[in-house]
Nanobody, 125 residues
Framework: QVQLVESGGGLVQAGGSLRLSCAAS????????LAWFRQAPGKEREFVAS????????YYADSVKGRFTISRENAKNTVYLQMNSLKPEDTALYSC??????????????????WGQGTQVTVSS
């Protein structure tokens, strides 16, 4: 069982930055693939970024490439999402997700068993 708790969301102006954190419980954090998804009001949840359990391989949605960076710190059981050059269209509830040794289909939300409650990011224009 893994519990995930996100933090770091808030209100920021367009062009600004935020760093989201997701702290996980459990002793085998390094064996989980971790991801960030987001959901805006009236829209479906969408993949943002993931980082693998082998070699920290990362994937990004095209909409955030070059602006967002996902990283993990296994010693602290924490995954981060650094978000720069934020745009109003980045406004959403951001949730982290975890799955044991997931190596394929990391962009698909229903591949992940564990989810946090989410943290709201609002970008004003």
């Amino acid at each position: 069982q893994v519990q995930l708790v996100e933090s770091g969301g808030g209100l920021v102006q367009a062009g600004g930055s935020l760093r989201l954190s997701c702290a996980a419980s459990g002793r085998t954090f390094s064996s989980y693939t971790l991801a960030w998804f987001r959901q805006a009001p009236g829209k479906e949840r969408e993949f943002v970024a993931s980082i693998g359990w082998i070699g920290d391989r990362t994937y990004y949605a095209d909409s955030v490439k070059g602006r967002f960076t996902i990283s993990r710190e296994n010693a602290k059981n924490t995954v981060y999402l650094q978000m720069n050059s934020l745009k109003p269209e980045d406004t959403a509830l951001y949730s982290c997700a975890a799955e044991w040794r997931l190596s394929e289909t990391v962009l698909i939300s229903n591949r992940y068993s564990y989810w946090g409650q989410g943290t709201q990011v609002t970008v004003s224009s």
